[in-house]
């Protein structure tokens, strides 16, 4: 089959790669029908996530049908389906408490040791996300081994267009986990820092949980008016002092909740991004925290930190004393996708949460390094790509 | 005289001598007592961070399970299913009903330790000693016990082994990826996965990948 893979820094390839086959009781095999790019992706692609080796197959937002099933699956061949990033076995401690990032078997038990090492515990198994979460194949690709199929799966009926559901898959949660976090309260100021994908559709969720206001802060003109056409007020970093801007915007009292859904490779020319970015190059740091550090300084005193935007090591200029003498809340993780597929799929097919405002380009899977470079390297107006295998 | 003098002064130093040394003992033993002796917290040995047990390296894990004790203790006497969880890095061959041989592979060639069950009692306990003669003098021990709130079991792994060429061989085997801590880890999360999912995670897109 044709796939993209992973070759190096800013290097990747579609190329032939075997076919997928069942190995596990609980696996299907879904033939892809549309994928997509995300921004963690790029992560990958500038090398600053660790545990990728060369070959790798990319991709975690993907959608198709059922093609085969292992005896342990209850999808049928022909069903369409979106797969959660996110692998999840459904009888773990932490999924059985819908913390389905969390769970304790996906991961297989040779890739465990680095993340245990990293960050004091295994890692979940995550679709094409370096070898910290299992090395496994992603759905940039024309056909995928899902593992788990019997939990992860989400069926979309027939008639709905691919691009209505694909973001099932992890962009739409995220954003509605990210507001969730934020523990959203009737009258809240929010502020969202990033309008890439993730990042609008947390403003979008963050007013559907009933935020009197979302300020929603980035320096690409077009994506700032994505985020102002959902009813957010922007402000755009390059124009604007930012903290200044939000206690000015909230009353002098600072926003509520602040929700950072940029993450490790912060843009901005900020003594302190501009150190981070030296020691990420020289490969002495891995996290360019300056959004977080900001949201730290941003938020009210006892109010929420909610951070969807992917961390990978350590950071440091880290504002621990705000942290602790505002008495805030922090929340943060991976996604718990397989928690909130249904109850969002029905929002979508009610018509309360369009996904479709985003996407600027689809391609074909053949010219998917093209659409790396240019989501990367044109991030106003490359604002989603979405990839078509056939 | 003064030779006698001499003689009667070393006699006094040395029943002083005896007389400190005595109280120092008995200090140190009412101290040891006092403090629970080199135990002063309760914490596991593995986790000790003194590394030599009288020539023995003490290794092993805990892991909770959501499966019941006669669940957890059955694949233990279960070859094919030891070979399972072990997943290729260890091979075992029933010898009779409570002797077993385990041939671990490492980058020198194979080793073989022959086991005795020396101790089992269902859903407690199971506990293996290596036989004379055995490639590598070793003892492990499971202990099964149900874990809180009903989140079934918990699986506490006990190895003393004495590595072939003592510390640098522990070290040996911890850089070769052999060192039973490290085989063990992986066999119980092994075992938590088949018993929890009914399958053991893979990333592999084939069997023959």
């Known amino acids: 089959m044709r796939a993209l893979t992973w070759q190096g820094k800013h290097d990747v390839r579609v190329d032939t790669v075997p076919d997928p086959r069942i190995v596990n009781p609980r696996d299907a095999i879904i033939e892809v029908t549309a994928t997509a790019i995300c921004g963690s992706d790029l992560h990958l692609y500038d090398g ?59 991961n297989p038990v040779e890739a465990q040791e680095a993340s245990e090492l990293l960050y004091g515990h295994a890692m979940s198994g995550l679709f094409g996300y370096s070898h910290l979460t299992g090395g496994y194949p992603g759905g940039q690709a024309e056909y995928v081994r899902v593992p788990f199929s019997d939990v992860g799966p989400i069926v979309v009926p027939d008639g709905v267009p691919d691009e209505q559901v694909l973001f099932l898959s992890d962009i739409l949660p995220t954003g509605w986990m990210a507001a969730e976090n934020a523990q959203i309260q009737p009258g809240d100021s929010v502020a969202v820092w990033g309008c890439g994908p993730v990042g609008l559709f947390t403003v979008q969720s963050a007013l559907l949980m009933g935020a009197e206001q979302v300020i929603a802060i980035d320096h690409h003109p077009n994506r700032l008016r994505l985020a102002r056409d959902l009813g957010a007020r922007v402000i755009d970093y390059r124009h604007s002092h930012v903290l200044e801007a939000l206690l000015e915007m909230t009353g002098g009292i600072g926003p509520d909740a602040v929700i950072d859904a940029v993450g490790m490779e912060s843009h901005g020319f900020a003594p302190d991004n501009l150190l981070d970015t030296a020691k990420q190059k020289v490969g002495i740091g891995v996290d360019r925290a300056h959004v977080l550090r900001m949201a730290l300084l941003a938020v009210r005193k006892g109010g929420r930190v909610s951070v969807p935007g992917v961390y990978g090591g350590f950071a440091d200029k880290f504002p621990l004393g705000a942290l602790m003498e505002k008495g805030l809340q922090i929340r943060t993780g991976q996604t718990h996708v397989q928690k909130y597929g249904q109850d969002l799929l029905q929002r979508i097919l009610e018509g309360q949460i369009d996904t479709t405002f985003l996407i600027s380009h689809r391609l074909s ?19 989603k790509v979405v990839l078509n295998p056939r | 005289m003064p030779g006698q003098d001499r003689n009667a002064r070393h006699r006094d130093l040395a029943v002083l001598a005896c007389a400190a040394a005595l109280s120092l003992g008995a200090g140190m033993l009412l101290w040891r007592r006092a403090t629970g002796g080199h135990r002063s917290d309760d914490a596991p040995g593995r986790a000790a961070r003194r590394l030599d047990f009288g020539g023995y390296q003490v290794v092993g894990r805990t892991v909770t399970i959501a499966a019941p004790r006669s669940a957890v203790h059955a694949p233990w006497r279960d070859p094919a299913q030891l070979n399972r969880i072990f997943g290729g890095g260890l091979k075992v061959r029933p010898l009779s009903e409570d002797r077993m041989a385990w041939i671990l592979a490492t980058p020198s060639g194979e080793i073989e330790v022959e086991t005795r069950l020396v101790e089992e009692r269902a859903g407690e306990i199971l506990a293996w000693r290596s036989v004379d003669g055995s490639g590598i003098d070793v003892e492990a021990k499971l202990q ?14 006990h190895i003393a082994w004495r590595p072939p060429w003592g510390l640098p061989g522990h070290w040996a085997a911890r850089l070769g990826g052999t060192d039973p801590g490290r085989l063990c880890r992986q066999a119980l999360k092994r075992l938590k996965m088949l018993l929890e999912t009914g399958e053991i995670a893979t990333a592999d897109n084939r069997r023959d990948s």
């Open chain 2, 144 to 157: 099964l016990r149900d874990a809180p709130a009903g989140r079934g079991t918990e699986v506490e792994a």
């Open chain 1, 48 to 106: 600053v996530i660790p545990g990728l080796r060369p070959g790798d197959v990319l991709g975690h937002e993907f959608m198709g049908r059922v093609v085969e099933t292992g005896p342990g699956s209850t999808l049928k061949p022909g069903q369409r389906v979106v797969v959660p990033f996110t692998i999840s076995c459904g009888s773990c401690f932490f999924c059985a408490q819908g913390q389905f990032s969390a769970c304790d078997n996906s």
């Open chain 1, 365 to 383: 899977l053949e010219d998917a390094a093209t659409g790396y470079r240019n989501f990367r390297d044109n991030q106003d107006e490359w604002t």
